[in-house]
């Protein structure tokens, strides 16, 4: 069983930073993949940002790519979402999730068993 508990979100204008952090519990935390994905209000959850364990080959989104950083210190079980050029558009709450064992299919949330209770991230205008 993983346990994951994400933190770091809150309000922040347009144009500026957070910093989403994600804990993980289990002793295999560098092999696992490990996703970020996010619900606005009224919309279906979306993939945000995934690393690999074994590579730390990154994907994102388009919507987040070259705004977004995923990263990853497995010495403390910890996965990051640097989000830079925050736009109101990417209001939502921000899920972790995690995954022990290879997939090809990265950024589809059906492949991730284990998720965090998610942090709320509001960008106003």
């Known amino acids: 069983q993983v346990q994951l508990v994400e933190s770091g979100g809150g309000l922040v204008q347009a144009g500026g930073s957070l910093r989403l952090s994600c804990a993980a519990s289990?002793?295999?935390?560098?092999?696992?993949?490990m996703g970020w994905f996010r619900q606005a209000p009224g919309k279906e959850r979306e993939f945000v940002a995934a690393?690999?364990?074994?590579?730390?080959?990154?994907y994102y989104a388009d919507s987040t790519k070259g705004r977004f950083t995923i990263s990853r210190d497995n010495a403390k079980n910890t996965v990051y979402l640097q989000m830079n050029s925050l736009k109101p558009e990417d209001t939502a709450v921000y899920y972790c999730a995690a995954r022990n064992s290879p997939t090809y299919y990265p950024r589809q949330q059906s492949n991730y068993s284990y998720w965090g209770q998610g942090t709320q991230v509001t960008v106003s205008s």
């Open positions: 690393i690999r364990g074994s590579t730390s080959s990154t």
């Open positions: 289990g002793r295999a935390f560098s092999a696992y993949l």
